[in-house]
Every structure is written in C-alpha cells, then in structure tokens.
C-alpha cells in the first residue's frame, strides 16, 4: 500500500482539527455554527476554512454523518454483544446503549434530534446512518420471528396504515408481519422519546431516579412488541 502523501496527512489533521473546534461551539451555541468563529479559535482566517469545508452546511453535514456512524456504532456493538438468543436482552442493551451514548454526548444528539436547523437541509447520504438504530431494532424482531421465539400480534392494522408499514417492510427488505413493524416502530419512538425528554430537561424533576424510569418503559416497549 502507498502511505497517504504529506499534503493529505496535513489536510486530513486539518479537517479533524476543524470539526473538533466545531464540536466545541455545539455545546456552547448549539446548532448555531459560524465557520468565521471557528478559524477564529483556530487562527486562521475564514477564507482558509472554506478550503476544507466550504459552506457551514458542510461542516454540519460531516459532523451529523460522525455522530449517527457513533450512535450506530454503539446500539449495534450492544447488540452484538448480548445473547444472541435472548431477544428481550438485546432489546434492553441496545436501547440503554443510545441512552448512554445520548448523554455522553449531549450536543451531538440535540444536533440530530433536537429541533432543526433553520436553513440547512440534510442530504440523501445521511439517511442510512440515521437507520442504524431502528434497523437493529428491527433486526431482533426479525430474529425473534425467523427462531419462532416471537409471535406475531394478531391486530389487523387499519388503512391506509398497513399500506405504509408494508412498503416499510418491503423496503427492509425482512419478512416481518407488518403489525409487529408496526410495534417496534412504536418502540423506536418511545426510545428517542424518553432519551430527549430526559436530554433536553423535560422529566427531570418530576422524575429524578431516570435510570429506573428508562429501564422501566423500555420493558413496557419490550412487553408490547412480544418480546419473551
């Protein structure tokens, strides 16, 4: 293999350089970036971060990408640690792990499912990476009906939902009944529900023991979906 060039080692650092100064100013300023304020924490110019980012749009585009690679990476790794057998456990591992990854990193998940950013609209190759999580999801509930450990809910889903939830489920591309997509999509909200009313203060003194109050309503989530 040939070593990456000088320049693009310098230019490479550089970029790294740049979205760790912008990652600072998410947590002060929120969504809010201004590339002049970030090549003024670096000492530079603005004109130089354009040629590495050439609009704001950018820049939060390659952070956005970063942290839905991170939170996928974290509800997948959980997942695949858990016992492949126990549905309920993978379940349970993975929701606590985007919990956990929510609030380490509090600024990168308001940047992904806080309130949106005025004027910026993010691009078609954020999409898969936003469908890490669910997708895991969902793939236990594959796993569950494929060993038989899972039955179907026996609810007939009115129209024109059921239309919508089997294209879902042809778009998947996973022999799912489309009333248990149905279920753990509500699952998935509920997760991303519960992980922003606690992020974002909503719960916090109302309910100060959290931890045994996420664990709680994922069960109910994991009840609903059928999990043994």
């Known amino acids: 293999m040939v070593a990456p060039s000088l320049r ?6 550089m970029i790294e350089e740049i979205k760790t100064v912008a990652r600072r100013h998410l947590a002060t300023d929120g969504a809010n970036l201004s590339l002049r304020a970030v090549a003024r924490d670096l000492g530079m110019v603005s004109s130089a971060v354009y040629r590495y980012f050439p609009s704001r749009d950018d820049l939060l585009t390659a952070l956005i990408l970063e942290a839905y690679d991170a939170l996928g990476d974290a509800v997948e790794t959980a997942d695949a640690d858990a016992d492949p057998a126990d549905l309920r456990g993978r379940w ?13 990193h509090p600024a990168e998940y308001a940047l ?6 005025p004027g910026y609209a993010a691009p078609d190759d954020t999409v898969a990476p936003a469908q890490r999580p669910p997708t895991t999801l969902v793939g236990i509930l594959r796993d569950g009906v494929a060993s038989g450990r899972l039955a179907p809910p026996a609810e007939d889903l009115p129209e024109p939902l059921r239309a919508d939830v089997a294209e879902l489920v042809a778009l998947l591309g996973m022999d799912l009944p489309p009333a248990l997509l149905a279920r753990g999509m509500a699952g998935w909200t509920q997760l991303f529900g519960l992980i922003s009313f606690e992020l974002f203060g909503r719960i916090n ?24």
């Open 8 to 13: 693009a080692r310098v230019r490479a650092g």
């Open 92 to 104: 349970l591992a993975a929701c606590r792990a985007a919990r956990a990854w929510a609030l380490a």
């Open 112 to 117: 992904l499912y806080g309130s949106p950013v």
């Open 205 to 228: 003194r109302a309910l100060p023991h959290r931890d045994e109050y996420f664990d709680h309503q994922i069960g109910l989530m994991a009840d609903l979906v059928g999990l043994p």
